[in-house]
């Protein structure tokens, strides 16, 4: 499929997905080390966390729909959601859901079985259905009084279950495995899932961004497209009608995962820096 | 008309917007009846101490169980899906682990959101639930007339939240464990006392009993001469 004359090294290849899996379980063994083992780095779960007794890590999300139910918000999660926000906006928004999240693991892998089955159906809602479902909740938050999706949030429900104890949040886990196995593909992060569009707002103005530096050595090969769970991000970027255009993938959408990197067996891509202004 | 080519575009984007917003309203409905429902708490689930009233508590527990892990005694747990409790959010059981009513209240200390309120610094004064002796006819002490006072004995404010009061019916004489409202925290150490194999004496959230707290069973308006 690719043009490289050299064939890369299986680490060359799987390096940046490697790496996003190492954090994905990392954070969730940070979390587990407490009860199992009684060391207590960081304690709670992905609502709101105490690191090392000390600093509070507020999910801005969960905070901003209590505030619209009517809470008055307190110090200590205010600035745990500012701490998280900022380290966000930082190093790109989605990065929550490529390096944190896991629900990332159970989509990627529907995704997975999903391209061995060769299952073709297909149902692609609007992109911005997410930003719709992102509003309902917060709506329904100020109507109702109430931190709404959290009562059914997947992402939050298989965390704080593998941390806290699970009951039927499998049900949950599965039907999201389900959907992205049988009915959409990548359906849930790339479509559905409100917290991923809030963190690609805060994604708009992130730091690190992955850049297309070398696209005069693109092949069209495609391997990038194919393997983006957002591959509109790419195009303005890798292939833009104006020369000059800047080769950073400026997109919130974009989740920072790095896949493109590991297929490009040009080197087209980079992480880096968000205001490189020409292509390298 | 000379935006012909224009309103085609248009019309199918302001389509595409109302199917949306159409779609994120019944998602909304339906996710907005699932959360009023999930106002309801089973009368077995009592929440940690200083823990706003149901319907604020809501808006304010982010089911973060920093509570939970802050409770030297495991008495606090976060709700499963299924329990019956709002998933994530945290509760305990009296039968089976009370609260020990810590001086520090390391629970409330805990609460990042103050859905556990600060305003809460002295244990005595919280209002977790209220113990009522559900079944006089099993009590050991009322029934029988024996000499039981399980539940007298593990409250750890006895003799004002409760005491053994000596009663009389038909010329029976025996004593009667009986709770003092104002100073019941709820805390459930007589529940799990209690040597019948059901609990004679049950905590219930503070509302099921004193009807002039909001989320009562029944209106304010309707209850004459309540506490």
């Known amino acids: 499929m690719t043009t490289t004359t050299h064939p890369r090294s299986f680490l060359a290849r799987n390096q940046w997905l490697l790496a996003r899996r ?7 063994v940070l979390f587990l080390i407490g009860p199992w083992f009684s060391v207590w780095w960081l304690k709670g779960n992905l609502a709101s966390s105490v690191f090392l007794d000390t600093l509070p890590l507020t999910d801005p999300l969960v905070l901003l729909q209590s505030y619209v139910g009517g809470h008055t918000i307190e110090a200590t999660a205010l600035v745990g959601a500012i701490t998280v926000f900022a380290i966000y906006a930082l190093i790109g928004g989605r990065v929550y859901c490529s390096w944190v999240c896991p629900i990332n693991i159970v989509t990627d892998a529907a995704h997975w079985l999903r391209t061995k089955l060769h299952i073709g159906v297909n149902w692609q809602p609007r992109k911005a259905t997410r930003l719709w479902i992102l509003g309902a909740s917060l709506a329904v938050s100020a ?16 965390q704080r279950g593998l941390v806290f104890g699970l009951g039927l949040a499998w049900i949950i886990v599965l039907a999201v495995f389900l959907f992205d196995l049988m009915v959409s593909r990548r359906g849930w992060c790339s479509y ?10 805060a994604g708009k103005v992130a730091l690190i961004r992955v850049s297309a530096v070398r696209r005069s050595a693109c092949t069209d090969c495609g391997d990038c497209f194919r393997v983006c ?3 509109h991000v790419i195009s303005p970027a890798l292939k833009p009608r104006d020369p000059n ?15 493109c990197l590991d297929v490009c067996a040009d080197d087209v891509f980079e992480m880096g820096g968000r205001f490189r202004k020409r292509p390298g | 008309m000379a ?6 575009g248009r019309r199918q984007f302001v389509a595409s917007c109302i199917g949306m917003a159409g779609s994120a309203g019944v998602l909304g409905l339906l996710l907005g009846t699932y959360s009023e429902q999930s106002k309801a708490r089973p009368a077995w689930a009592i929440r940690p101490p200083g823990a706003l009233a149901e319907e604020d508590f809501a808006a304010a527990c982010v089911r973060c169980g920093l509570c939970v892990r802050a409770c030297p005694f495991d008495t606090l747990k976060l709700a499963e899906l299924g329990d019956g409790v709002t998933a994530g959010t945290p509760y305990f059981v009296a039968r089976q682990v009370p609260c020990e ?8 200390e805990a609460c990042p959101t103050g859905a556990l309120s600060k305003n809460l610094t002295d244990i005595r004064k919280a209002e977790m639930g209220v113990a009522v002796l559900t079944s006089r006819d099993t009590c050991y002490a009322v029934a029988r007339g024996a000499n039981c006072r399980a539940c007298y004995l593990a409250c750890p404010i006895k003799d004002e939240a409760i005491s053994m009061e000596r009663r009389q019916t038909d010329g029976r004489g025996y004593f009667e464990p009986t709770v003092h409202r104002d100073k019941c925290t709820g805390c459930g150490k007589c529940e799990e006392a209690c040597v019948t194999a ?10 099921l009993v004193r009807h002039d707290r909001p989320g009562g069973p029944v209106k304010k308006s309707g209850v004459a001469g309540n506490r």
Do not use: H
């Open chain 1, 22 to 28: 190492t954090s994905q379980i990392a954070i969730l």
């Open chain 1, 143 to 158: 109507a109702a009084g109430a931190i709404a999706w959290e009562l059914v949030n997947p992402v939050t429900m298989l």
């Open chain 1, 192 to 201: 559905l899932c409100p917290v991923g569009a809030f963190y690609g707002i």
């Open chain 1, 229 to 231: 769970p957002e591959p």
């Open chain 1, 245 to 259: 255009t800047s080769p950073v993938i400026l997109s919130g959408d974009c989740t920072n995962c790095g896949r």
């Open chain 2, 3 to 8: 935006d012909n080519e224009a309103k085609p």
């Open chain 2, 101 to 108: 009513m810590c001086k520090d209240i390391p629970c409330v």
């Open chain 2, 198 to 207: 059901e609990a004679s004496i049950k905590v219930l959230p503070r509302d």
